[in-house]
């Protein structure tokens, strides 16, 4: 097989969540790209039938597909972890096989919810995974099962994801900051906000990538640390809201799923062999906020 330099003709799924209505506003930055979106109606990856009939039907081959969609209710997938096992683990099963087939690259997004959260560095890829909730359990089969498949391609494993799109935890305080005169939130799990604008353009350099064979890991995230009432306060600042930010434990907001009480990502790996710069999570956030303004 030969290494992929230039792509064209790129599948991307889930052009309705966050990261797929990202990748759609910075296309035109990619001429040399020719992005195809799908959505849920055309490729549904909770349905088999779906990706199968997609493929008999779209028989151009791809050189490569982006796979954007996922199921993220993390909560939810506690008690649907079927639903979560067929768009997280056995889709991706699916599509990586269809990679193969057409020798396409296979550029897939993962989380930080593969990991325990017990660690005392940011995680490297190479790093023991253990999740430990229904959600990350998905994602890391989702991981394996592509590692297994024969196709060539990258898994970038990615945190606490926002966007001007969508539903996110930026959205939900701007909202509740305007509504409430005081929040309660976390301040003993620690990541890096990532905004998926600058997810985007990371992939796009990936696929861009001389990898001739196998599966490559990666980690990306926004710059610097924070923890999920850090990220409130900034958000509140940065827009003028006059909102009291409560910090409290994760155990005095109990939820059906555990989540990683640190779950930093180490991005040497990413920065070394592709060069990006990545801006820090709050010259993003600035960003991202600024975006809501001029929409």
Not at 68 to 89: F, R
Not at 111 to 136: I, M
Not at 171 to 188: A, P, Y
Request: glycine share 6%; proline share 5%; aromatic share 10%.
């Amino acid at each position: 097989m030969q290494p992929i330099t230039t792509p064209k003709r790129i599948l991307v799924t889930g052009k309705n969540g966050q990261l797929g209505q990202s990748l759609q506003k910075i296309a035109t930055d990619y001429p040399q790209i020719n992005f195809v979106f799908t959505g849920r109606d055309q490729l549904d990856l909770g349905a088999p039938h779906s990706i199968d009939a997609f493929f008999k039907k779209h028989t151009e081959p791809f050189a490569a597909f982006i796979n954007a969609a996922a199921y993220t209710a993390v909560d939810t997938a506690e008690s649907e972890p079927d639903v979560a096992e067929q768009v997280n683990h056995l889709a991706v099963a699916q599509l990586a096989g269809i990679a193969k087939q057409q020798q396409a690259f296979l550029l897939h997004v993962s989380t930080d919810y593969v990991f325990d959260g017990k660690s005392y560095r940011p995680y490297v890829e190479t790093d023991l995974t253990a999740p430990q909730n229904q959600y990350g359990l998905s994602k890391l089969k989702g991981e394996h099962a592509m590692q297994a498949s024969g196709c060539t391609g990258v898994i970038v494993r990615t945190s606490w994801v926002y966007s001007e799109f969508g539903s996110n935890f930026v959205k939900t305080m701007l909202r509740l900051g305007k509504e409430r005169d005081s929040l309660n939130v976390i301040f003993d799990q620690i990541g890096s906000p990532t905004y998926a604008t600058d997810l985007a353009h990371a992939l796009c350099v990936l696929l861009a990538s001389k990898q001739a064979y196998g599966v490559n890991i990666y980690h990306y995230a926004n710059e610097g640390v924070c923890s999920w009432y850090d990220f409130a306060k900034a958000i509140f600042t940065l827009e003028g809201i006059d909102c009291a930010v409560i910090p409290i434990e994760s155990k005095d907001y109990p939820t059906p799923a555990s989540r990683p009480h640190y779950s930093l990502l180490n991005k040497s790996k990413i920065k070394q062999q592709t060069g990006q710069q990545i801006p820090h999570w709050h010259d993003a956030l600035q960003r991202c906020l600024k975006e809501f303004k001029s929409n």
